[in-house]
């Protein structure tokens, strides 16, 4: 696509100018002719749409771009008589779909004798505008939940005085008196439900103390056992050196007792239920990926998971609203999770959930690490040195920001990589390849074909395939779950780049 290209609108004299300057323009850019039809694709343009340049010439460009309900734009009749900008999304190959922000520029005269197209990926730009409305909402939310719970405090001091001094002048043995008591109990569970608005609302006094998760399991873990119950299997995986952290320890028990109730909820009785520990290093393309807000840094990490039933995708987002609830109105007031979400928030943290239905949950809390105390120091232990290489990796993953972001990470280290949506598209990916890999890096539950089932198809061929699975759920949870087997290992999300390019490495010097 050099100067010799030249591009002809109805007879109009060749724009071999036009194509050289846009030819190396960072931007997706296509010439088209004044029926819309794709004459000329930059570099850019040919990434972008993920089409070979010879598979975009001749076809019109209308047709690729969708409303949400599927209709098309009709962004050339618009553009006849001036530019125009909408924002549209653009079918891809294999199904997937892109959303775009395009630019059409009509060329020649008037009438238009072609038109220039400029086209951005916008799925970045969704993503945070969807981040925003959501971090807005709870904001929102906080602030009507604060509010309700100052006035209603007041409401119920009221109540309880007067409950109080009416008890006391009340003959013990009467029916008021008994009236009485009931309506002093209402108070008590009333405020205890102001108590979680306050702290959902993070307008909680706050006694903070510099310990580690640790402390908080072990001093909560006899009440945890009693509530999982007998029949659900209660493991604890906790970091031998954990990074301090500065929190409140009762507030961070109530959120430890919270989640476990929801977890035994969850599996009616019966399952697995784990609390883990972790020392964490994130980093911009994890927050990125994951939609949470947090500077690059160290963070102690505690994981709750259970073997339960899942939450469905359309609940994940109101979860951590208040009063939002899907168990009966006897078995829960829907304030649980949005007095954790409070909590944390107000250590200045971040709550994160992964689940899968029918398979279980996790959910993960990220605490800043704090300066220990000085009778207590503890040292950072030394990264393990960064390594690339040449070899072929084949990255499976259903999430493309994931997906992105292994990619681009592995490649930037001299890798080959391979990319797939899911083990299905993997398998095509490889028939098309024809060679073979050197280590496949997968997420171990997709649609169509978990990660462990690949795997094991993978190795019909190439028995000694090394596998670095890649999973939301703590370790120990999935590796007891029989997912992690001989000659494979398990990346725990969130990860640092260093941490995957350290697993991936070792892996692959071991296959040797």
């Keep these: 696509m050099g100067s010799s290209m030249a591009v002809n609108f109805a007879g109009a004299p060749p724009r071999i100018e036009l194509t050289d300057a846009i030819a190396g323009s960072a931007d997706a850019m296509l010439l088209l002719d004044r029926h819309g039809v794709i004459q000329f694709a930059n570099p850019a343009a040919v990434t972008l749409l993920r089409r070979d340049s010879a598979a975009l010439l001749g076809v019109a460009l209308e047709p690729m771009l969708q409303h949400e309900a599927g209709a098309s734009h009709g962004v050339i009749d618009a553009s006849r ?30 009438p238009p004798t072609g038109y220039l197209a400029v086209c951005r990926d916008a799925s970045e730009r969704e993503r945070l505008e969807a981040q925003l409305r959501q971090a807005q909402k709870m904001e929102a939310i906080g602030r009507l939940a604060g509010g309700i719970a100052h006035d209603l405090n007041n409401v119920l001091t009221v109540v309880r005085s007067f409950g109080e001094l009416a008890l006391e002048e009340s003959p013990p043995e009467s029916d008021v008196a008994e009236y009485l008591t009931q309506v002093l109990k209402a108070a008590s569970r009333s405020e205890r439900l102001t108590r ?19 402390d908080v399991v072990r001093d909560t873990e006899v009440m945890m056992r009693r509530l999982a119950g007998e029949a659900i299997e209660f493991h604890l995986d906790l970091e031998p050196a954990p990074w301090a952290v500065r929190l409140d320890p009762t507030h961070f028990g109530q959120v430890l007792l919270n989640l476990v109730v929801n977890a035994r909820d969850a599996m009616e009785q019966r399952g697995s239920l784990s609390i883990a520990t972790a020392n964490v290093e994130l980093d911009a393309a994890y927050a990125a990926a994951h939609g949470v807000e947090l500077p690059t840094g160290d963070y102690a990490m505690l994981s709750v998971t259970d073997t339960g039933c899942g939450i469905p995708v359309e609940l994940r987002a109101r979860i951590f609203e208040p009063f939002f609830t899907t168990k009966d109105r006897d078995r829960g007031t829907g304030l649980g999770l949005s007095t954790c979400y409070g909590i944390v928030k107000q250590a200045g943290g971040v709550i994160w959930v992964y689940s899968e239905v029918g398979i279980g949950t996790t959910f993960k809390i990220y605490l800043p690490r704090a300066q220990a105390p000085a009778s207590e120091p503890r040292a950072r232990p030394a990264p393990a040195a960064r390594r690339g290489g040449h070899e072929t990796l084949l990255v499976v993953e259903d999430d493309a920001m994931v997906r992105r972001v292994v990619a681009d990470t592995l490649t930037r280290q001299g890798y080959r990589v391979l990319t797939a949506q899911h083990g299905m598209e993997a398998l095509d990916t490889l028939a ?13 539950v997709m649609p169509k074909m978990s990660g462990p089932e690949l795997a094991e198809q993978l190795r019909r061929r190439w028995p000694e395939l090394r596998v670095l699975f890649m999973s939301g759920y703590s370790e120990h949870a999935v590796v007891r779950d ?31």
């Design 482 to 512: 029989g997912a992690v087997g001989e000659h494979e290992s398990l990346l725990e999300k969130p990860f640092s780049r260093d941490r995957l390019l350290d697993r991936v490495r070792s892996l692959l010097d071991a296959q040797r």
């Design 81 to 110: 008589s001036g530019g125009s900008r909408v924002h549209a999304t653009v079918a891809l190959p294999g199904g997937e779909t892109l959303p775009i922000e395009l630019s059409l520029s009509p060329l020649g005269g008037d």
């Design 196 to 214: 979680e608005l306050l702290a959902f609302s993070r307008r909680q006094a706050v006694a903070a103390k510099v310990l580690s998760w640790n």
């Design 432 to 444: 098309r390849h024809g060679d073979g890999i050197d280590l496949l890096v997968s997420d171990v």
